[in-house]
């Protein structure tokens, strides 16, 4: 192993592995390897990557493909599906890679879905779901962001991709510090979905470690040492076959392996006597006895520099230099503690990020060093949150923004205590956090925020503005509903015009989803009035399709087709494509109404090519619902099944929970003119499920209303 440590114990979970190794051609496999802090996950793992590469009776069977990956607090789908993409094609570069270009389609498609949410883009047969589900037809998951499905998909297919490629190999995947994730709803569905499909692909093994078991998983922790275990650390690792240092030892360290770590690491220092060490270890507190040991016999930089990145939870040389702020830590010489460090198993390294090796101090130790310094702490951290606000303000300049450093400057401002600094930035960075799929770590910060500590300023009511929103994306309308009015009557006391607009506009967007329209109505106007006033193009024209829709939805279609087109004349004038194909979707449906097929159709057309050009998925999937229905009210039934489908496909991509709903419901219809009852119901009911799950009230009565007379028309 890495730095002349022998691997010893773990025999069973040795022999599981090099099981499951060599019978995949039966079908792939998940193993969960489980585990308290400091019980030895990650050098198990490293241990199984070194088998595939060494062990006899692996090797003999086939080559083996590894991946091994490392969770962390920074981690979201996207980025973990980037470097699995990375990864896979350094090693594994089969014939077709689906993921390819992947990730970037999703934040294509995300974006757009939840800046249609976040601006108050009102959509008819709507655009973007409230909550969703990335398990691919099996039951929805609450709390998920939009859009990971079609990515699973994806990736499954590259699974048996690599199966018909590479026959004769083996694909390893080695996933640690699982518990590290701050979305745990999202990978905890992700990897369900993934391992659910696993038994149907041949030759791909998934090894996931965790202190924590994931959802309905089976997996028997890992144990401490037996004695003879301890006694074969020793032997190996340290030289000595002392039978009463090792009882010694086990006796009070109870054959943890983090704390024989600590003796291993202790034994590299100069001048250490081990067997004096282990004399002297006390009977309480052992690792704090061990960690100081091996603290202090460091040397004095080395020490000064720990007690300055501990705060960190990803280390490299340059922001090491930044937190430290000493003439003593340039560039050089963090690199080279860091590389001391490494030697010494102090810190694990995570991968590079082009030049730049990254690194982690272990859990445990950081936690011993964060108790020495509790004192200097939020200095610290405010000094990492400065260094992240930098890299963002010089991503804003040139690459764009990295979501990593984002996340990291939230951590650090949120534990120095700087209240105003975190929620400033918080809403700096929502959009960004909102698409990248970070709902949930969103909604867990606004909800530990104390605002009654915040003053009556901007700051704090586009935090509640921006609270509401969360709350909208998850399905929460009564809560979002009492985030914007508060937003609403804070902007009103400081006279922000722009606030008030986007407070009425939110406000008026949750009455539209709840089919409260004269309120929603009443809302959008004095919206509109305002954006009048401050000369908001943009405001204006997405404030008018918004009226528009109320009128559509009270069958008012003059009205709304007279909104819609002055919507439409000024997203054309600011070049506004989507908001175009919005606008062209909603006229067309206006057309529908008065049975002007052709022109609807024409109109439809325009929309599902501007989509297809830009990219909007949500817009492409209500453009061919609608397509659909006219090929329904033109008898065509199986053309419009097809078109339905067709949608219903993207949708459950996206895990568009409202659109699913709504092609189910529109299923239903045609399969009751079409007599066939059965799947009529059927294709009812998933549509009412659904919508009783995200609160449609409205919608929920049709459905039942359609269940009702599908049953009636068969008796």
């Not at 270009?101 to 709507?126: F, N, Q």
């Not at 230099?321 to 340039?330: C, L, N, Q, W, Y």
């Amino acid at each position: 192993m890495s730095n002349g440590v022998v691997f010893v114990g773990r025999e069973k979970e040795i022999e599981d592995f090099r099981s499951a190794v060599n019978s995949l051609e039966d079908g792939g496999r998940a193993m969960l390897v489980v585990g308290a802090a400091g019980y030895g996950k990650s050098t198990l793992l490293r241990e199984y990557e070194r088998r595939c590469k060494e062990d006899t009776e692996i090797i003999e069977k086939g080559e083996v493909i590894v991946i091994r990956d490392e969770f962390s607090r920074s981690d979201d789908p996207l980025s973990f599906l980037s470097r699995i993409q990375e990864a896979w094609l350094k090693e594994v570069n089969p014939k077709s890679m689906k993921i390819i270009g992947g990730v970037e389609k999703y934040r294509t498609y995300l974006e757009g879905a939840i800046d249609a949410i976040a601006t108050g883009a009102s959509l008819l047969s709507p655009a973007g779901a409230l909550i969703s589900s990335m398990k691919m037809g099996l039951p929805s998951m609450p709390k998920l962001p939009q859009n990971m499905g079609f990515l699973l998909q994806a990736f499954v297919a590259d699974l048996a991709e690599f199966n018909k490629n590479n026959p004769d190999k083996r694909l390893v995947l080695l996933f640690d510090e699982y518990h590290k994730i701050s979305n745990e709803d999202i990978f905890n569905a992700m990897f369900d979905d993934i391992i659910d499909n696993l038994p149907k692909i041949k030759n791909v093994l998934f090894v996931i470690a965790s202190r924590e078991k994931m959802v309905e998983a089976e997996a028997e922790p890992l144990k401490l040492f037996e004695e003879y275990e301890t006694a074969s650390f020793f032997k190996e690792n340290l030289r000595i076959t002392d039978k009463k240092l090792v009882a010694k030892a086990q006796k009070l360290l109870n054959g943890h392996p983090y704390s024989l770590g600590l003796l291993l690491r202790i034994s590299k220092e100069k001048e250490a006597n081990i067997e004096d060490v282990i004399e002297r270890l006390p009977e309480t507190e052992v690792d704090d006895y061990l960690h100081k040991e091996f603290f202090d016999r460091l040397p004095e930089n080395v020490q000064r520099f720990l007690r300055k990145v501990c705060v960190l939870q990803r280390l490299d040389e340059n922001i090491c230099k930044f937190v430290i702020s000493s003439g003593d830590f340039d560039e050089t010489a963090c690199h080279n503690i860091l590389n001391q460090l490494q030697k010494l198993m102090v810190i694990d390294e995570l991968g590079k990020v082009k030049t730049l090796r990254l690194y982690r101090l272990h859990d445990l130790f950081r936690d011993f060093l964060i108790v020495m310094n509790e004192s200097s702490l939020p200095g610290l951290h405010q000094k990492a949150a400065e260094y992240y606000k930098n890299k963002i303000e010089k991503g804003e300049g040139e690459d764009g923004i990295d979501i990593t450093d984002v996340r990291f400057a939230l951590y650090h401002l949120k534990e120095s205590g700087d209240v105003d600094a975190f929620v400033e930035s918080l809403n700096q960075h929502i959009e960004g956090l909102h698409t990248r799929g970070y709902v949930i770590e969103v909604l867990n910060y606004f909800n530990n925020i104390d605002f009654n500590k915040i003053p009556e300023n901007n700051i704090k009511a586009d935090a509640l503005h921006n609270y509401g929103i969360t709350l909208g994306l998850i399905g929460n309308l009564h809560t979002a509903l009492e985030k914007y009015n508060q937003s609403l009557e804070i902007h009103q006391k400081l006279d922000n015009q722009r606030g008030i607009a986007l407070a009425l506009h939110g406000i008026g967007m949750i009455r539209e989803y709840k089919g409260e329209y004269e309120k929603a109505l009443e809302k959008y106007n004095q919206s509109l009035e305002i954006y009048q006033k401050l000369d908001n193009q943009r405001g204006i024209a997405q404030m008018l399709q918004n009226i528009g829709n109320i009128h559509y939805y009270q069958e008012q279609y003059e009205e709304a087709l007279g909104k819609y087109n002055q919507s439409l004349k000024i997203k054309e004038k600011i070049g506004d494509h989507n908001g175009i194909a919005n606008t062209l979707h909603n006229i067309a449906l206006i057309y529908q109404k008065k049975r002007n097929y052709d022109v609807a159709l024409e109109k439809y057309n325009q929309s599902l090519e501007i989509r297809k050009k830009h990219g909007t998925q949500y817009g492409m999937a209500e453009t061919l619902h609608q397509i659909a229905n006219l090929l329904f009210f033109d008898c065509q039934y199986d053309k419009a099944i097809d078109k339905y489908n067709q949608s219903l496909e993207i949708n459950i991509k996206l895990g568009d929970q409202r659109g699913i709903a709504y092609t189910q419901l529109q299923l239903g219809f045609l399969y009751t003119v079409a007599g066939k009852k059965d799947k009529a119901i059927e294709s009812t009911q998933k549509a009412l499920d659904i919508f009783e799950k995200i609160g449609l009230e409205n919608d929920a009565k049709k459905a039942k209303a359609q269940i009702e007379e599908i049953r009636k028309s068969g008796s």
